[in-house]
Nanobody, 123 residues
């Protein structure tokens, strides 16, 4: 699959919105499910959302359901995470990861990772 590069992180006030992007290289992008994980300081990496390679199915962690939306544009080799109604507890480094099996929410079995983008939500 190749490289994954996240972008779109930054500082936002509570209640605000951000859209993260995960851009992938390679010609087999649509064969991979893309997951978003996040890791807050001093905590373990946790699953946020996942989308099937075709884009036809999505799953979310309970903590973000109804606030975050994952989507993908296979023509652009890009997956997006729209984050609305952000809370201070959403502060973390957000990572995208690729895996050929869906749905998988376990970080240890992801095949490719990006380097992450920092999201900071102020109260």
């Amino acid at each position: 699959q190749g490289q994954l590069v996240e972008s779109g992180g930054g500082l936002v006030q509570a209640g605000g919105s951000l859209r993260l992007s995960c851009a992938a290289s390679g010609r087999t992008f649509s064969q991979y499910a893309i997951n978003w994980f996040r890791q807050a300081a001093g905590k373990e990496r946790e699953f946020v959302a996942a989308i099937r390679g075709s884009g036809g199915s999505k799953i979310y962690a309970d903590s973000v359901k109804g606030r975050f939306t994952i989507d993908r544009d296979n023509a652009k080799n890009t997956v997006y995470l729209q984050m609305n109604s952000l809370k201070p507890e959403d502060t973390a480094v957000y990572y995208c990861a690729a895996v050929r099996t869906y749905p998988i929410v376990t970080a240890s079995v992801m095949e490719y990772w990006g380097k992450g983008t920092l999201v900071t939500v102020s109260s």
